[in-house]
């Protein structure tokens, strides 16, 4: 089972909607729970109720990948609240999640893709290379099946 290592979650979109104009000012928030509403997301993020059936109800991050990313490009003081991912997980590869059902913590969940990385991804980190570096390590995009709270893990 993996563990949860950071829970982040942003009130507002920065990148989204935000295409030739500079990204928005929405804080991301670091959390030590959160709940998670089966069919809607987490309460509280920009993605909550975003729209019916949305594949990216919430989105997970690899710490082996922030690791291994920050190591190959040698970007030591990234942070990895800059994936804009709402649960970076340890101990999990994400992508064989692609098209299962599996549980954190108690909470069901539906992995329904890669979070594609995108340009936005070189601006997040400061760095040209983020987004092709990221393709194929970007995240697991998830739907919610049950209600629960993810807390991090101690």
């Known amino acids: 089972m993996p563990v949860v290592r950071h829970i982040f979650i942003s009130p507002g979109h920065n990148y989204r909607g935000h295409h030739d104009q500079p990204p928005g000012p929405h804080p991301i928030l670091e959390v030590d729970a959160i709940e998670c509403v089966a069919g809607r997301g987490l309460?509280?993020?920009?993605?909550?109720?975003?729209?019916?059936?949305?594949?990216?109800?919430?989105?997970?991050?690899?710490?082996?990948?922030?690791?291994?990313?920050?190591r190959e490009l040698g970007l030591p003081d990234a942070s990895p609240a800059n994936f804009r991912r709402n649960v970076i997980?340890?101990?999990?590869?994400?992508?064989?999640?692609?098209?299962?059902?599996?549980?954190?913590?108690?909470?069901?969940?539906?992995?329904?893709?890669?979070?594609?990385?995108?340009?936005?991804?070189?601006?997040?980190?400061?760095d040209r290379r983020a987004e092709e570096w990221m393709r194929g390590n970007g995240g697991l995009r998830a739907k919610i099946l049950t209600d629960g709270v993810l807390r991090r893990d101690a």
Do not use: S
């Open 43 to 70: 309460r509280g993020d920009r993605y909550f109720d975003h729209q019916p059936d949305f594949k990216g109800q919430i989105t997970f991050f690899a710490a082996e990948m922030y690791e291994r990313m920050c």
């Open 89 to 126: 997980t340890f101990g999990a590869d994400l992508n064989e999640l692609i098209g299962r059902e599996f549980e954190i913590q108690g909470v069901r969940f539906l992995g329904t893709e890669e979070c594609r990385p995108c340009y936005w991804m070189n601006e997040a980190f400061r």
